[in-house]
């Protein structure tokens, strides 16, 4: 029988136990904790737009047409013309034919493989790719294959060697925790070389990347035929929550008869979908967010660079640091927030053994001064 309290036990002694710190108010670069006051680089918010007064009034609005909840799942009663215009809307954004939305990436990740992939269908992964999508290949019980991170040879190799009928490649186009980039230009030409289908989880480029934010795909000026399957969440720079998959109008329809988490789940409430659209206007809209984020990545990878930090290979707003040791990670944490600055540290099982690290984020509402800020405090804890 699993010993729960020595499982926990042994967490605590690895350094890996995690604690949640209850937040009183939050703006998204700011947090109170305690009665205290924190400037905070951790939140995914990446444009600004969570507490952007336009989305939270959409919100409201939204609230009092359709009411709090959904009330059923989309296929019983709880798809509403709200939900449908944002459909529509980011098919629209994206040039897609057609978008599905899910109540969370997560579930986006589970159904969609699972509904593309069965026992005997083969599946490949980034080693870095997130959670959902390494745990999306244990539900449908396909082969998985992983590959060494961004490393289109070994999928090459892997790929030539798979008889599977089905075969699908899936990767992070910006990687979580790392903010790299995924070789997407490479990986379709791989994919399409190999008679697979090549699907994407742009959770983190969607808004940052890209004209007008249509993401990383846009970014390299990938389409739709070398990227039939694209995921996207709304919880980061979307600055809402939920999420959608799109591509075709048969992929779509058939998520919608075979995706599990589709199914059987409540839908979104109506007034998040609302708030959405808002927050997908704005973030088409206003240019300067994703400048913004470009003049403070600049600033802080020079400051970090000058105070010999080790960076990673980012150019995105995920701007870790690499620590390696657990404990140690902990510590500046720790030391970062008597200094009033949160920013978590990141372990494993998230990351692979011995990469523990502060996983710094940007919002396009932080400020240049607020950069510096953070690397007196990086100088002081370092
Ligand atoms: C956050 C994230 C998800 C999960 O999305 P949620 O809407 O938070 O469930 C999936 N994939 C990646 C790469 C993510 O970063």
């Not at 098919?91 to 109540?103: I, N």
């Not at 990227?227 to 959608?244: D, Q, R, V």
């Amino acid at each position: 029988m699993l010993n729960l309290s020595t499982e926990l036990a042994r967490r605590q002694r690895e350094n890996l136990y995690r604690h949640r710190r209850t937040l009183d108010s939050t703006t998204g670069t700011r947090a109170l904790i305690n009665g205290q006051e924190h400037l905070a680089f951790c939140s995914n918010d990446y444009l600004g737009l969570a507490n952007h007064p336009a989305v939270v009034a959409a919100m409201q609005q939204g609230a009092s047409r359709w009411g709090v909840g959904s009330g059923a799942s989309h296929l019983v009663s709880g798809h509403s013309s709200a939900h449908h215009a944002l459909e529509e809307e980011l098919a629209d954004f994206l040039g897609r034919p057609r978008t599905l939305l899910f109540s969370t990436g997560y579930m986006a990740n589970l159904g969609t493989i699972a509904a593309l992939c069965k026992r005997g269908d083969s599946l490949f992964e980034d080693r870095l790719n997130h959670a959902s999508l390494l745990d999306a290949a244990r539900l449908c019980q396909a082969r998985m294959q992983r590959y060494a991170h961004n490393s289109v040879t070994a999928l090459a190799t892997r790929l030539a060697a798979s008889t599977s009928d089905t075969r699908l490649v899936v990767s992070d186009a910006v990687f979580s925790m790392d903010g790299d980039l995924a070789a997407l230009p490479q990986l379709a030409q791989c994919a399409s070389q190999h008679d697979a289908w090549l699907m994407v989880d742009d959770a983190h480029g969607l808004g940052v990347l890209g004209r007008q934010g249509r993401g990383t795909l846009d970014h390299y000026g990938l389409d739709h035929d070398q990227c039939p399957i694209l995921m996207g969440t709304l919880g980061k720079a979307f600055g809402t929550f939920g999420a959608f998959v799109a591509g075709s109008e048969t992929l779509i329809e058939y998520l919608i008869q075979h995706a599990r988490t589709y199914i059987y789940t409540t839908a979104l409430p109506p007034a998040v979908a609302e708030a959405t659209r808002t927050s997908l206007k704005l973030l088409q809209a206003e240019e300067w967010r994703r400048q913004k984020l470009q003049t403070l990545i600049k600033r802080f990878r020079q400051g970090a660079t000058q105070l010999g930090l080790t960076l990673m290979d980012s150019t995105t707003p995920i701007q870790p640091l690499l620590i390696g040791n657990s404990a140690k990670a902990v510590a500046m944490s720790e030391a970062l927030l008597q200094q009033d600055i949160l920013i978590g540290a990141i372990r494993p099982p998230t990351v692979p053994d011995g990469t523990a690290r502060l996983r710094i984020t940007f919002s396009a509402n932080h400020t240049e001064q607020q950069i510096d800020q953070l690397l007196n405090a990086l100088e002081a804890v370092a």
